[in-house]
């Protein structure tokens, strides 16, 4: 898959609007068919497993994306943002984290013994070594991956990771039936990960050179290693709350709060993950444009806020049912905290836009101290408030989100050059409707609250989505219009993509194959 046929397979300017409408659909189809049945999954296993099960997986599954960016080196963000890369490039990236992932998962078996002294469990050492090769498939994966979020092939991506996840969850499930415990989580992750690459290098057609750019690698690293810093800082912070919350609470406790941050993490990708790979793509072809990268930007955010704020204020109110229905009446304790994440959840749901914006337009440093300071703020809040319950815990985490994204507001606005208070006015004009719907829905909560869950949960979604869109089309008229404009939109293209499907003709995402790509307009 070469330069050439992959240039002339990205859209013009003119056509970057109707691109980034149809990979966003086509990215959230795929977040609502995976995560839609994964969660469906995640309610069985929590059914067939234990808390100390789900947490010992928690601890086991965030050391891998600690070193997986030392693999990558940032290489495969440089793809996505890069000018012209060509098969030289693909081929030098690819080489360097092929061998570096074999270090990597080395590293990761020796570290199992540790981590089981770290947090005091040797039940989790040989759940850490098996979950190290996930490492070397990711890794594997990330240049045919980049490659299709280049030349914005989302159709493709969103079937791969939907054949993968529901492969997975068979097995997960299977396996949690035999008996296997946390085991049946541990071979759901690994064997998604190697269906997704393998896929991924089918769809792709990329075929490394035995080639290595040693000048070129260099010119990329100096783009990479600032931005494998916030990669790192993520998964640490999280590890290192893990570690504390299980310190503090057990592995039961660490289980409570782990379902809890499940249930948030799926509002999340339900309503704004899709934009994330998009943004990064697009801000990178717009960012020698000030005015369309601001208005670019506000839309996005504006857009996004509104869309996770109604299913967050849904996850507020209605998590002391939700959660009981969902995975069982053993999950009671984590209704608190999910209440207390989901108003947290609102002011880190920005945090994926944000990234693209600094990666895209070249300030990967900039994003990489912020949020490392974020990460460090976040796990001394979990030391001080851990040890004091899940609720306790869940207030610091909320705390620790509204510090960053004031901290976020300046950063991009210094970027856009524009006022803080122009970045946050999105958020900031979407809460009245916000309160509107969570103080209707809170109401009805109490009225519904003799009724059977199921009902229950439905009179409160309905009234929430009502009072909110109502509260929405008279407060703040611009995003509502903008909602349905965009809903029409997205519909429309995926109607004509689906007439041209059935009559043999190719789509307009890309997926065609490189020959053909060279002819492909949008």
Same mark, same amino acid.
């Given at each position: 898959?070469?330069g ?10 003119g056509?970057?609007a109707?691109a980034a ?9 795929q977040t ?5 049945? @994964?969660?469906a999954?995640? &309610? ?6 234990? *808390?100390a099960d789900?947490?010992l997986?928690?601890i086991?599954?965030a050391? !891998? ?7 990558? $080196?940032g290489?495969s963000?440089y ?8 098969k ?5 990236v ?10 990597v ?11 089981g002294?770290?947090?005091d469990? !040797?039940d989790?050492?040989p759940?850490?070594a ?6 070397l498939?990711?890794?594997l994966?990330?240049? !045919?991956v980049?490659?299709l ?6 159709r493709?991506?969103?079937? $791969? ?15 949690a039936?035999?008996?296997?415990g946390?085991?049946?989580?541990v ?9 997704q ?9 990329f075929?490394?050179q ?9 010119h990329?690293?100096?783009f990479?290693?600032?931005v494998i810093?916030?990669h790192? /800082?993520? *998964?640490a912070?999280?590890w290192?709350v ?8 057990? *592995?039961a406790?660490?289980g409570y ?5 499940r249930?948030?993490?799926l509002?999340q990708?339900m ?5 994330? *790979? ?6 990178s ?5 000030a ?6 930007y506000l ?5 996004s806020?509104?869309i ?7 996850v507020?109110?209605g998590?002391?049912?939700l959660?009981?229905?969902l995975f069982?009446?053993q999950?009671?304790p984590? &209704?608190?905290?999910a209440?207390v994440l989901a108003?947290?959840?609102l002011?880190v749901?920005?945090?994926?836009i944000?990234s693209a ?5 070249g300030? !990967?440093g900039?994003w990489?101290?912020y949020f490392?300071?974020?990460?460090i703020i976040t ?7 851990a040890p004091h ?5 869940a207030?610091?985490a909320l705390?620790?989100?509204?510090? @960053?994204a004031? /901290?976020?507001?300046?950063l991009?606005g ?7 208070f ?8 979407t809460l009245a409707p916000i ?11 109490l009225?519904?609250?003799?009724l059977p ?5 439905a009179?409160i ?6 009072a ?7 407060a703040?008229?611009?995003?509502w219009?903008e909602?349905?404009?965009l ?8 109607r004509r993509r ?5 009559g043999?003709?190719d789509?307009?995402?890309?997926d065609?194959t ?5 002819t492909?307009t949008?």
């Amino acid at each position: 898959m070469g330069g050439v046929a992959q240039r002339a397979a990205e859209p013009p300017p003119g056509g970057l609007a109707r691109a980034a409408a149809t990979g966003v659909a086509w990215t959230t189809l795929q977040t609502w068919a995976i995560r839609l049945t @994964g969660f469906a999954t995640i &309610a069985l296993l929590a059914r067939l497993l234990t *808390p100390a099960d789900f947490g010992l997986v928690a601890i086991a599954t965030a050391l !891998p994306p600690m070193l997986q960016p030392l693999a990558d $080196m940032g290489l495969s963000t440089y793809i996505l943002q890069a000018d012209k890369p060509t098969k030289r490039t693909y081929s030098t990236v690819f080489w360097y984290s092929a061998g570096a992932g074999i270090v990597v998962t080395l590293l990761l078996l020796a570290a199992a013994p540790l981590v089981g002294v770290v947090v005091d469990s !040797p039940d989790v050492v040989p759940v850490s070594a098996a979950i190290a090769p996930m490492a070397l498939l990711v890794i594997l994966g990330a240049v !045919p991956v980049a490659i299709l979020r280049r030349t914005l092939r989302f159709r493709a991506l969103a079937m $791969m990771s939907f054949v993968a996840g529901l492969i997975g969850q068979v097995i997960a499930v299977a396996m949690a039936l035999a008996g296997f415990g946390a085991w049946a989580l541990v071979w759901q992750a690994l064997s998604v990960q190697l269906i997704q690459l393998v896929l991924a290098w089918v769809v792709s057609r990329f075929r490394p050179q035995l080639t290595f750019s040693l000048a070129e690698f260099k010119h990329m690293t100096r783009f990479g290693v600032k931005v494998i810093g916030a990669h790192i /800082a993520e *998964p640490a912070g999280l590890w290192a709350v893990n570690a504390v919350i299980a310190g503090a609470l057990g *592995p039961a406790g660490l289980g409570y709060v782990n379902i809890a941050q499940r249930l948030i993490t799926l509002s999340q990708e339900m309503t704004t993950t899709a934009l994330g *790979p998009v943004t990064t793509v697009m801000f990178s072809r717009i960012r020698g444009a000030a005015d369309r990268l601001l208005a670019g930007y506000l839309r996005a955010v504006s857009v996004s806020t509104a869309i996770v704020g109604v299913v967050l204020v849904f996850v507020a109110v209605g998590a002391p049912q939700l959660i009981p229905l969902l995975f069982g009446g053993q999950w009671g304790p984590s &209704a608190g905290p999910a209440q207390v994440l989901a108003v947290a959840g609102l002011a880190v749901a920005m945090t994926g836009i944000d990234s693209a914006l600094f990666i895209s337009v070249g300030r !990967p440093g900039t994003w990489f101290a912020y949020f490392t300071g974020l990460q460090i703020i976040t796990v001394l809040a979990a030391m001080a408030l851990a040890p004091h319950g899940l609720i306790a815990y869940a207030l610091g985490a909320l705390a620790a989100a509204t510090t @960053g994204a004031v /901290a976020r507001w300046i950063l991009v606005g210094r970027l856009l050059h524009a006022p803080w208070f122009a970045v946050a006015t999105p958020l900031l004009r979407t809460l009245a409707p916000i309160a509107v719907a969570a103080g209707f829905g809170y109401g009805v909560s109490l009225l519904v609250a003799g009724l059977p869950r199921v009902a229950a949960l439905a009179v409160i979604g309905v009234v929430v989505v009502v009072a909110f869109a109502g509260a929405l089309r008279l407060a703040v008229r611009p995003t509502w219009d903008e909602l349905s404009r965009l809903a029409a939109s997205a519909w429309g293209l995926l109607r004509r993509r689906s007439r041209r499907g059935a009559g043999g003709e190719d789509s307009a995402d890309g997926d065609s194959t490189p020959a053909e790509q060279t002819t492909v307009t949008v």
